[in-house]
Structure formats: structure tokens, C-alpha cells
């Protein structure tokens, strides 16, 4: 007879690969899921009885941002609570230099060992970092970020060549922290791409798992759209910082990122964050156009779980980049959602609480700072609205958990309950009625742009590696996540 460390039973096993869930058994075994099963034969220091709660892959958030507006080693500890209430095990923040996060510029030799040692041993999930390469000494790194330290993912932020975070900036070098003979530009986006490229050459074993991201917005379509919507003034609130950071803002952004992802031979593409119906039809519009690049497009759940009237009921909270957009482009996100056109959900969860948030008039968007945080919500929301829209329960943990894992080097052991991989596991409640309540999170923020919607999702209890971190509400346990040196390799 098997003796494990862990045995959930009576669980309805949530599998990527099909629309149907199972009736199962879990048995883990050093961390590992060992067994899964109807009925699982053997013995286990502990025994859980699911009661036949939804049993997802643990969440794999590949888009957070810890540090931005906080300590990195406090964020770290009280982000990836709100994380594991979410439902998230896994989870990779966006780093690069200059101001925000570390405040801080240089070589990623030298910037890099400072980011894990601020979060080392403060995380109750486990974790990795994108880096965005912010000027020419950073592209020549990218081949010993990937060999020395495991960063396989990389990013741009098409619109930093007129803005800074939350509007238009005038002295980019000094925002940026980068070299004054050098530009932030299109120019740079390409060399980014060639010196990515050429990591991958070098290394054909990992090259489908080294890719670059982009944060798709057009800084000279912003900058004159920002000047008029302010000249104008008959938009406020949200619908004008979505007005100046216009829709097709985004799809001029991702069709020049898909034409040099051609000319550069970079395969491997991710559009950020699309939050639009004219975003997303530039997206697959270049899918058509350049069927060799292997593009993969992420949506937020803020960008499928409100729309710039609703989350206003709330005050300037969901002031983001880019906006939170019209219900009409709500609805179409869903509808490529549910076409199967969206290759991941995630958070971009970065927490700004409110003396950072927002200026000395609270009502004013322009001053407010750009960002807010999600995580918590991530599988609840996805489940929540996913349902009402007839999204099965496979096809969200394709979208949560294996698609993300495979895309970022994680697909060898995250993404899946089965044999051989960790033991991440959240088990879901998809038959509750609640109603969202910023004093509930475990996030230091002290709002949501989702207060007061209604939930019928709730995750129970969060297990990383086959330990319980999140249960009746709370975190449990000391924080154990770690560091995860990508591409993962087999357990």
C-alpha cells in the first residue's frame, strides 16, 4: 500500500485538456502530486476531504508588479498573500531600473542580486521576474541573465518615449535613469528584439521559452490625445484618461511591434494587457499577417471585470495603463475570450495604496497614480464571470495556470495537477454569493475598483508544493515560496 505526505479526496478535478471535470483524488508526495485518481488506495499523514470543490492548477500570474510603489521585500511578503487569496502559486513580477521599484539604474549584474535578496524568504508563493532591458548594456546582458540568474522573459514599454507612469513626462533620461546620449525608442525596441534573438540562437534547447513582452501604447498618439481631452475638458474621470490613451493607441502600437518582431525573426511575442476590441483586432489582424511569429495575447481580469462607468462608482482607483475601456470593449474582450483568441488572464496587479494613489484632489485623473492591484481576485473574478458566460472550467485553467506556465519556462513542473508536477493546487467554491469588500484582502491596499460587485467564486484554501498557504480566509504557515530559476526543469 502507498503511503503519501498528503491525500485530498472528493475533489472535481479541473483538467486544461478537457471541458469536463472528475470526480478525483490527489495524493502528493514530497511536494509532488504523485497520484490522481478516483479512490485513491493508500495511507497519508494527512487527509483532506475536498467535499467536492473545484481542484484548479494553482494560478500562475505572469504579470504583477511588486515594488513599484512599495518596499520589494515588504510587497513580496504581503502581496503574495493576497496572491495565495487568489488562488495564485505562482507568480512574475516586471523589474526594470530607473525610478520606481529600486530607484536605481546600472548593469543587471550589479541591480539584479539586490532584487532577490530583498525578496528572498519573504514570499508565501513562489516567484520569478521579467526584466525590461532599458539601455544598450542591458541588451548585451540578456544572454547572462538567462544563463547566470534565470530570467527567460524580457519586456518594452513602447510608451515610455513621451510618458512616465502616469502622464506625460518631459525629461525621459532622468524618469528612465539611462544614459543621456541614449533613446528609449523604436530604435531601441529593435536592437531589444535582435539582442533577445540572438540569445535564442545561441541556445535552441530553451529558445521557445525566452520571450519579450510589450506593453502596446503609441506615446505620440497619447501625448496629442492627452493635450486635447485636457484642452477640451468635457470628459472627466476614468472616460478621459481612457480618451487620451486612446484604443487605437494600442493597435498602431501592437501592429509596429509585430512588423519589427517580423524583421528582427523574434518568434516568440507577447502583447500585454490588450484592453480593447480595436487592441485585439490589431492583434489578430498581425497573427494573420506574419503567421510565423508566435504571438500570445494577455488581458487582464480589471479589463474583463469592469469598464470605466461602473469602476467610476468607485472614485479614480482603476486609473491603470492602459485604461480600463468601454463596456463595448468589455464585451468584445469576452468575445475573444470565449473564441479562445486570449492565450492568458493575469492581474498586473500592482499595489498603490491611497496616500500614493492619489493627488491632493481626489477627483482629479490626471494627477492620480497609474496602477492597482488584483491578484485576490484572479481566479474568483475569472470563475465568477466566466460562468455567467458559459467559459468551462478547463478552458480557465488554460488561461490561469498552463498556458502562462509553458509560455515562461514553468510548463515542466506548474500549469497541471498531475504526476510529476508541484503540488499547486487551489480548491475553489464555484456556489457562493458575496460581495467584494476591500477590508477582506490581504493586500496592503486599502481600496479595489471592484467594491461591491458580485462574486459567486471563492477560492477555500491555496496548497504551494502540497503545504496549505491560504485557508479559512487567512495565510498560513511561515513563507516558503521560492526563487524560480527558468526554464524550469522536471522535479
Avoid at 531600473?97 to 548593469?107: E, F, R, V
Avoid at 502562462?404 to 515542466?412: N, T, Y
Avoid at 496549505?468 to 504557515?477: I, L, M, Q, S, T
Wanted: hydrophobic share 40%; net charge negative.
Amino acid at each position: 500500500m502507498s503511503t503519501y505526505d498528503l491525500i485530498i479526496r472528493n475533489v472535481q478535478l479541473v483538467d486544461p485538456d478537457s471541458d469536463e471535470t472528475t470526480t478525483s483524488d490527489i495524493a502528493v508526495t514530497g511536494g509532488v502530486v504523485a497520484a490522481v485518481g478516483p479512490d485513491l488506495v493508500g495511507e497519508a499523514t494527512e487527509v483532506v476531504d475536498a467535499g467536492g470543490l473545484l481542484a484548479f492548477p494553482g494560478a500562475v500570474d505572469v504579470h504583477q508588479h511588486w515594488g513599484i510603489y512599495n518596499d520589494l521585500g515588504d510587497d513580496t511578503a504581503t502581496e503574495s498573500q493576497a496572491s495565495a487569496q487568489g488562488g495564485v502559486t505562482t507568480g512574475i513580477t516586471y523589474m526594470r531600473t530607473g525610478q520606481y521599484y529600486l530607484n536605481a539604474s546600472g548593469p543587471y549584474r550589479e541591480f539584479f542580486p539586490k532584487v532577490l535578496e530583498k525578496s528572498e524568504g519573504r514570499s508565501h508563493i513562489d516567484y520569478g521576474f521579467h526584466l525590461a532591458p532599458m539601455m544598450k548594456e542591458h541588451i548585451d546582458e540578456i544572454p547572462a541573465l538567462i544563463e547566470d540568474f534565470g530570467v527567460s522573459s524580457f519586456k518594452i514599454f513602447m510608451f515610455y518615449g513621451s510618458h512616465g507612469l502616469h502622464g506625460a513626462s518631459a525629461d525621459q533620461s532622468s524618469f528612465l535613469m539611462t544614459p543621456p546620449d541614449e533613446k528609449y525608442d523604436i530604435a531601441h525596441f529593435e536592437f531589444v528584439m535582435r539582442g533577445i534573438q540572438k540569445a535564442r540562437a545561441a541556445r535552441p534547447d530553451l529558445a521557445d521559452e525566452i520571450s519579450l513582452s510589450l506593453h502596446c501604447e503609441t506615446p505620440e498618439i497619447m501625448r496629442a490625445y492627452t493635450q486635447m481631452v485636457e484642452a477640451e475638458g468635457e470628459l472627466t474621470g476614468l472616460e478621459a484618461y481612457s480618451a487620451s490613451r486612446p484604443p487605437h493607441s494600442e493597435g498602431l502600437a501592437v501592429t509596429i511591434a509585430s512588423y519589427l518582431a517580423h524583421e528582427t525573426e523574434l518568434p516568440t511575442i507577447n502583447l500585454l494587457h490588450l484592453s480593447s476590441a480595436k487592441a485585439m483586432d490589431a492583434a489578430m489582424t498581425m497573427a494573420t499577417a506574419f503567421p510565423h511569429i508566435d504571438f500570445r495575447r494577455e488581458v487582464t481580469i480589471g479589463h474583463l471585470l469592469t469598464d470605466y462607468e461602473q469602476a467610476s462608482v468607485n472614485g479614480l482607483g482603476a486609473k491603470v495603463n492602459p485604461p480600463i475601456r468601454s463596456r463595448a470593449d468589455v464585451e468584445a474582450l469576452w468575445e475573444h475570450v470565449l473564441a479562445g483568441h486570449v492565450s492568458w488572464v493575469t492581474s498586473d496587479h500592482a499595489c498603490c495604496k491611497e496616500e500614493t494613489k492619489f493627488g491632493d484632489d481626489k477627483d482629479d485623473v490626471w494627477s492620480g497614480k497609474s496602477g492597482f492591484g488584483g491578484t485576490e481576485y484572479l481566479l474568483p473574478g475569472l470563475v465568477t464571470e466566466g460562468t455567467r458566460r458559459g467559459l468551462s472550467y478547463g478552458a480557465m485553467a488554460r488561461m490561469v495556470s498552463t498556458t502562462p506556465a509553458e509560455r515562461f519556462g514553468l510548463g515542466a513542473r506548474k500549469g497541471r495537477i498531475a504526476p510529476g508536477f508541484d503540488a499547486d493546487i487551489a480548491l475553489v467554491d464555484p456556489n457562493v454569493s458575496y460581495t467584494v469588500k476591500a477590508a477582506d484582502s490581504l493586500s496592503t491596499q486599502e481600496y479595489t475598483p471592484f467594491e461591491g460587485m458580485d462574486m459567486t467564486a471563492q477560492v477555500v484554501t491555496t496548497y504551494l508544493r502540497g503545504q496549505a498557504v491560504f485557508a479559512d480566509g487567512k495565510v498560513v504557515g511561515e513563507p516558503t515560496g521560492a526563487y524560480l530559476r527558468r526554464p524550469l526543469t522536471a522535479g
